[in-house]
């Protein structure tokens, strides 16, 4: 049924914004704790040039999300299907002509502007499974009719990016696979793939030294007997990151050393990426590391309760669904590897680390996800 007048007048879920708001100056603050040894390094100590250009990139994502939040997400699907074919063209670009850094080749680099498409496809893949979903519900259990047109799309964009980005690719997956159990698919159908997946992440990290390091660091045992043993040996390998991040959180305590007093920041390889809830820790102790898990619980709280639960139609549904997962269980993970519960990843925190795609795509999703609220049916 078509939105009303009214209806659009709704304003956007106050929560969602509000949580978003909150990680996003928690970010500020801890970036520009975290990022001196970055601006020693990289540009003789100048910790404001990075610390504006994180402010930037924080306002274009809000930005992004204000403009989305404005735009009926059902116009929007209707280019779900050309954003994914582009989003799959760029990752095959990166194949070719992507950019190279420490060790991954995930970007790509339009003169000054660097990327990473991935990040591109994960939003535009949650918009197009959506619509195939929604499109689909009267024979979503058949296998052929229902199931493997999902497929035709999801599989070429996550083996795409679990070339070069295992993690990425992961949550995505796992995004999906919450998208398909509310969209009706069969279980049989999802195992089935799910298994298939499991055998294909394990060739993955068996084909990459790197990959295999940090899996061999994180449990302790050596699983791939074709993996080189100086990979895990240099000063910044996944076991050095992993201990100097459970060391942040062990130097904590309830209230931490306070602002700006972080130790931990100047051993950190990338203290205000993939670490930077070690920093939070470190700093504002085990009641600030707390505060932000609990933001991303509410978000997820709100996000499925009242969002997805009031949308008016099976899009919608199916959007805020994937959309709060993808944001949530990319928090979630992130702070599982600073407590040495996963493996390194390199996922960022979203609107918490220091990034670009990354927090550009985190604002689209946020975008949509608060145009669905718009029109959310009240709470009853």
Same mark, same amino acid.
Request: charged share 15%; hydrophobic share 55%; net charge positive.
């Given at each position: 049924?078509?939105?009303?007048?009214?209806?659009?007048?709704?304003?956007?879920?106050?929560?969602?914004?509000?949580?978003?708001?909150?990680?996003?100056?928690?970010?500020?603050?801890?970036?520009?704790?975290?990022?001196?040894?970055?601006?020693?390094?990289?540009?003789?100590?100048?910790?404001?040039?990075?610390?504006?250009?994180?402010?930037?990139? !924080?306002? #274009?994502?809000?930005?992004?999300?204000?403009?989305?939040?404005? #735009?009926?997400?059902?116009?929007?699907?209707?280019?779900?299907?050309?954003?994914?074919?582009?989003?799959?063209?760029?990752?095959?670009?990166?194949?070719?002509?992507?950019?190279?850094?420490?060790?991954?080749?995930?970007?790509?680099?339009?003169?000054?502007?660097?990327?990473?498409?991935?990040?591109?496809?994960?939003?535009?893949?949650?918009?197009?499974?959506?619509?195939? #979903?929604?499109?689909?519900?009267?024979?979503?259990?058949?296998?052929?009719?229902?199931?493997?047109?999902?497929?035709?799309?999801?599989?070429?964009?996550?083996?795409?990016?679990?070339?070069?980005?295992?993690?990425?690719?992961?949550?995505?997956?796992?995004? !999906?696979?919450?998208?398909?159990?509310?969209?009706?698919?069969?279980?049989?159908?999802?195992?089935? !793939?799910?298994?298939?997946?499991?055998? #294909?992440?394990?060739?993955?990290?068996?084909?990459?030294?790197?990959?295999?390091?940090?899996?061999?660091?994180?449990?302790?045992?050596?699983?791939?007997?074709?993996?080189?043993?100086?990979?895990?040996?240099?000063?910044?390998?996944?076991?050095? +990151?992993?201990? +100097?991040?459970?060391?942040?959180?062990?130097?904590?305590?309830?209230?931490?050393?306070?602002?700006?007093?972080?130790?931990?920041?100047?051993?950190?390889?990338?203290?205000?990426?993939?670490?930077?809830?070690?920093?939070?820790?470190?700093?504002?102790?085990? !009641?600030?590391?707390?505060?932000?898990?609990?933001?991303?619980?509410?978000?997820?709280?709100?996000?499925?309760?009242?969002?997805?639960?009031?949308?008016?139609?099976?899009?919608?549904?199916?959007?805020?669904?994937?959309?709060?997962?993808?944001?949530?269980?990319?928090?979630?993970?992130?702070?599982?590897?600073?407590?040495?519960?996963?493996?390194?990843?390199?996922?960022?925190?979203?609107?918490?680390?220091?990034?670009?795609?990354?927090?550009?795509?985190?604002?689209?999703?946020?975008?949509?996800?608060?145009?669905?609220?718009?029109?959310?049916?009240?709470?009853?």
């Amino acid at each position: 049924m078509p939105a009303s007048a009214s209806s659009l007048r709704q304003p956007a879920d106050r929560a969602v914004i509000w949580s978003v708001l909150a990680l996003s100056a928690a970010g500020v603050i801890a970036v520009y704790s975290a990022i001196g040894f970055l601006a020693e390094t990289k540009a003789g100590g100048d910790t404001e040039r990075f610390l504006f250009r994180h402010v930037l990139r !924080v306002g #274009l994502a809000l930005g992004v999300a204000g403009t989305l939040s404005f #735009l009926d997400y059902r116009t929007l699907a209707r280019f779900s299907k050309w954003a994914l074919v582009a989003s799959v063209s760029l990752l095959v670009a990166v194949q070719v002509l992507g950019v190279v850094t420490n060790g991954a080749q995930r970007w790509l680099a339009l003169g000054p502007v660097t990327f990473q498409p991935s990040d591109l496809a994960k939003v535009a893949l949650i918009l197009h499974v959506a619509v195939l #979903l929604a499109r689909k519900q009267d024979y979503v259990g058949a296998f052929m009719r229902g199931f493997v047109p999902l497929l035709v799309w999801v599989v070429p964009t996550v083996l795409l990016i679990g070339k070069e980005d295992l993690s990425t690719a992961a949550v995505l997956s796992a995004t !999906v696979g919450v998208m398909m159990f509310v969209g009706r698919v069969r279980v049989m159908h999802m195992a089935m !793939v799910g298994l298939a997946g499991l055998l #294909l992440a394990t060739g993955f990290l068996a084909s990459s030294p790197q990959r295999a390091a940090r899996m061999e660091a994180w449990t302790g045992l050596e699983l791939f007997a074709s993996n080189d043993d100086e990979v895990a040996i240099t000063s910044g390998d996944e076991n050095y +990151q992993a201990d +100097q991040a459970r060391i942040a959180i062990a130097m904590c305590g309830i209230s931490g050393v306070g602002p700006g007093k972080s130790v931990q920041r100047d051993f950190l390889p990338a203290p205000y990426n993939d670490f930077i809830l070690a920093i939070i820790a470190e700093e504002y102790g085990l !009641v600030g590391a707390l505060a932000v898990l609990i933001v991303f619980a509410w978000i997820l709280g709100r996000g499925f309760l009242r969002i997805a639960r009031g949308a008016p139609d099976p899009l919608g549904l199916f959007l805020a669904t994937g959309l709060t997962t993808a944001v949530v269980l990319g928090g979630f993970i992130n702070a599982m590897v600073t407590c040495g519960l996963l493996p390194v990843t390199g996922l960022a925190m979203p609107f918490v680390s220091y990034g670009g795609t990354s927090l550009l795509a985190t604002g689209a999703m946020v975008g949509i996800l608060l145009n669905v609220s718009r029109h959310a049916k009240a709470a009853t």
